[in-house]
């Protein structure tokens, strides 16, 4: 399998602590769906005023209501973290109309999702955040973003700003084919959708067996974008910088969830200790 050719190396100073963001209250404005299991939200409010698009692939803190509740409960001043807080992809953001829209997976395995499978228009969460998230190697030639569909948001967020003369191959293991659908970018696409086992354990194999089986990586320098369960996304990682000599530096990879984990950190990265 080819070695991406590393694009001019960038700083790797050690991240700054996060400060504290201010929360901000929301609304439901709207709910599309996208799919059997996913589903678009909108959300406005003048709270929205003076929140930034952190590029593509960011993260932001969304508190949903409990169980019955059609409202969050705001975070008191250096209290505990919330157990209903969750860090999602804001997939777009209309600064004119103050609308922002976040990508849900409908399942009901935590808070957020169990919230999303029963979202009202009206109903008001807390966000806190963004922040940044990827930088796309405008010097690159080709991409590999593969996930499960919680990255699913941060790969359409990439796709979206990807150079047209760039080449990605996109693979997205789901919970079924019904979740299959048109993925837009200036940059062209191939998508391969992948339909995962039925026992949880065995999330992010068949993410891994389809990158395992590509026959070599296209010409040129390139990047690769990894994002789904935490232990699947180790062992991917492994694959392409171990198994097959790409340069670290050329893998981004995140932890997007961990099986037997809910409250799994949102620094999930591979360069870290699980």
């Not at 963001?21 to 709207?30: A, F, H, L, S």
């Not at 796709?159 to 940059?187: I, N």
Request: neutral net charge; aromatic residues 6%; charged residues 25%.
């Amino acid at each position: 399998m080819n070695t991406p050719q590393p694009a001019p190396a960038r700083s790797t100073d050690a991240r700054p602590p996060r400060p504290r963001p201010t929360p901000r209250r929301i609304e439901v404005q709207r709910i599309q769906p996208l799919s059997p299991h996913m589903a678009r939200i909108t959300f406005g409010g003048p709270d929205l005023a003076g929140f930034e698009w952190r590029g593509p692939a960011g993260h932001l803190k969304l508190t949903v209501p409990d169980e019955g509740q059609h409202e969050a409960p705001m975070p008191q001043d250096d209290g505990p973290r919330s157990g209903l807080m969750r860090t999602y992809t804001p997939r777009s953001f209309d600064a004119t109309a103050m609308l922002l829209d976040v990508d849900f997976v409908l399942h009901a395995y935590g808070p957020a999702g169990r919230w999303a499978s029963r979202a009202q228009v009206g109903d008001r969460l807390v966000l806190m955040g963004p922040a940044p998230g990827y930088k796309i190697d405008l010097e690159a030639d080709w991409f590999v973003l593969a996930g499960d569909d919680t990255a699913l948001p941060a790969i359409e967020t990439i796709l979206a700003e990807l150079p047209a003369r760039a080449r990605a191959l996109v693979f997205v293991e789901v919970a079924g084919s019904a979740e299959a659908r048109e993925l837009h970018s200036p940059a062209g696409v191939d998508v391969h959708w992948l339909v995962r086992h039925a026992d949880p354990a065995a999330a992010g194999r068949a993410l891994e067996a389809a990158l395992r089986a590509l026959p070599a990586l296209p010409p040129g320098p390139g990047r690769i974008y990894v994002g789904c369960e935490s232990t699947a996304m180790r062992r991917i990682r492994d694959f392409w910088v171990k198994e097959c000599g790409v340069e670290a530096r050329s893998v981004v990879a995140r932890g997007y969830w961990k099986l037997g984990n809910p409250n799994n950190p949102d620094r999930d990265f591979a360069d870290e200790p699980a």
